[in-house]
């Protein structure tokens, strides 16, 4: 069967997640890759949503992180400030999803200015909680289109630290979270070694020169990279017929 780049996106980020792991997810991408792993090889995944939802498994695919859907099943609803110093802040959470305008060859990802700080070509929204998971659950999964500018040798800002400047960054800041695990683009599959990415997998159509050229430093690749394997049908019946069948996120 044919699917979309955002389709093996969400593929992809879906087998990031482990049965059992508790996930504090946002929407988009990571909603429709949390809710296809719980309905698929992680079906006691615990999501957790920003609003304060624990353990959610809703009945349909929640539009927003305040959806109502998401408390019809959770075990217990927190207020915000409550999740983020119970859940998250001590510990609870083995994954979340981040995204932004930048990431750079440590995983160090900014959502606050493009340019210089104090007189910025752009400003964008900041944060959120973004500072907050990246410094405290075990593994974050990232996911953005992959374009040159998306991806610079150092970013902008450090809006959501990664591996900070590399080995022993996190630990020198007091971080105690482990760091960026996966890097899931539209044209790759990329881990990590020794604190830098490295790109694991390619997906079909798309070749090294492809990422290279699309990417602001000489990124280095494992050596035994593979092309990333497509979506099942199964996989993609879920996403369509189940998860979004209006096409919201698609």
């Known amino acids: 069967m ?12 879906a087998q990031e997640l482990r049965d059992g792991d508790s996930v504090l997810v946002g929407i988009g991408i990571p909603n429709l890759a949390a809710n296809l792993a719980k309905r698929t090889h992680a079906p006691d995944l615990r ?3 920003e609003s304060g ?23 217990s609803i927190e207020s915000l400030h409550g999740g983020f110093n119970y859940y998250l802040q001590a510990g609870r959470i083995d994954a979340g999803f981040l995204g932004g305008a930048q990431v750079d060859k440590h995983g160090n990802i900014n959502s606050t200015v493009i340019g210089d700080y104090d007189d910025p070509d752009v400003r964008l929204p900041g944060s959120g909680g973004a500072c907050e998971i990246a410094s405290n659950v075990e593994r974050t999964i ?28 996190r630990e ?13 683009t539209d044209m790759a599959v ?4 020794n604190e830098e990415m490295v790109v694991e997998s390619i997906h079909p159509g798309v070749d090294r020169e492809d990422v290279q050229e699309a990417t602001g430093w000489d990124i280095k690749f ?16 879920l996403i369509r017929e189940e998860l979004d069948p209006d096409g919201v996120y698609l």
């Open 2 to 13: 044919s699917y979309s780049d955002t389709e093996l996106m969400v593929v992809k980020a």
């Open 47 to 49: 999501m957790i949503y």
């Open 172 to 184: 020198k800041h007091g971080l105690q979270g482990g760091g960026p695990a996966a890097v899931i």
């Open 222 to 237: 494992a050596g035994d990279v593979d092309e990333t394997e497509p979506p099942t049908e199964d996989e993609l019946r």
């Open 53 to 75: 939802t624990i353990d959610s498994d809703p009945s349909s695919l929640p539009l927003s992180i305040g959806d109502p859907v998401l408390a019809s099943g959770a075990a």
């Open 142 to 169: 990232i996911t953005t289109s992959h374009q040159r500018q998306r991806f610079p040798e150092e970013v902008d800002f450090v809006t959501s630290p990664g591996f900070i400047d590399g080995e022993g960054g």
């Open 190 to 193: 990329m881990g990590f070694q």
